[in-house]
């Protein structure tokens, strides 16, 4: 008696249809535009296609696979720890004050999911550490990153490119006393272009340790403002954390008891968690894909509409 297929197996078949259908349409769009090359717009619109193309097909390459959270970001921002806690509070990732705390891209996941994670992304480079007692779903990844300050972090960026390349979800960590340093967002912008997952996230963490109202009025605005001129590209999310708070054993040092209660943690776990699950990744996932499709089609219509 043959298996049923399943919601995900269901959802795959589905998705490679409109998959196609997309990438025809752009294919085509693309050859229209190689045979008038005499029309201005005409060569830059055909690589917009090719590109749009490529990363269609890269959308695609993800259907069969797991979720995939990134977290990256600099020295003493709290990655590690945020990683902790958003795996149910248990100590997975080193921290502490020794820099930096992971040594290396480290995968973590229920079955073998983390293996099949660490092997695609490179075992030279890439731990994986499969967990059997976690509050992460079923079917989601979650890797955390070394300090991309620390003086390992040139040696890491193959490897964290290739982890940022495979994310539906990247979450860039920054310490709240000193969001805006400026060499940290110029470091991860070309890391972020590489992405093209679903949601990008930016965490200002330890915001206990900030004035309540100087957070929200004046740091908060400040740096959504200074992330969209150093990225040029949107942030879906910006949020503030208090990562700390949700281990199981915080270990407030005395000079960093929390000044406040405003924390949006579960903002960020809901938005983690909230990839996994069967066939609605496969949805958001040809959803990305439409989107890219929408793009390259209204900048040659309004290339067009300008030229008449």
Known sequence: MNRPANEKETAVLKGIGRIERLVADVELLKGSLE???????????????????RMIRAIAARFDR????????????????????????????????????????VAFGGGRDA?????????????????????????????????TDSAEARRHLPALER??????VLVCVFDAENPKRRDHVDFLAPIVRRFDGESLAAVINKCDRLDEAELKD?????????????????????????????????????AAEPRHGFDEFDELRALVFGVAGGGRVVDRRVENARQLHRVVLEEAARELAADR
């Open 35 to 53: 045979a008038v090359p005499l029309w201005r717009p005409a060569p830059a619109l055909a690589a917009q296609c090719a590109e749009t193309v």
């Open 66 to 105: 797991r979720a995939v959270v990134t977290v990256i970001g600099p020295s003493g921002s709290g990655k590690s720890t945020l990683v902790n806690a958003l795996a149910g509070g248990r100590e997975l990732s080193p921290a502490g004050r020794r820099r930096p705390t992971t040594g290396r891209l």
């Open 115 to 147: 293996t099949e994670l660490a092997e695609e992304l490179g075992r030279d480079s890439v731990e994986a550490l499969p967990l059997s007692d976690t509050a992460l779903p079923e079917g989601l990844c979650l890797i955390d990153t070394p300090d």
């Open 163 to 168: 982890a940022v390349a495979h994310a539906d």
């Open 218 to 254: 004046g740091i908060l605005p400040d740096f959504r403002a200074y992330l969209a001129r150093g990225w040029q590209r949107p942030v879906d999310r910006v949020l503030c954390t208090a990562g700390r708070r949700h281990v199981q054993d915080p270990a407030w040092d005395a």
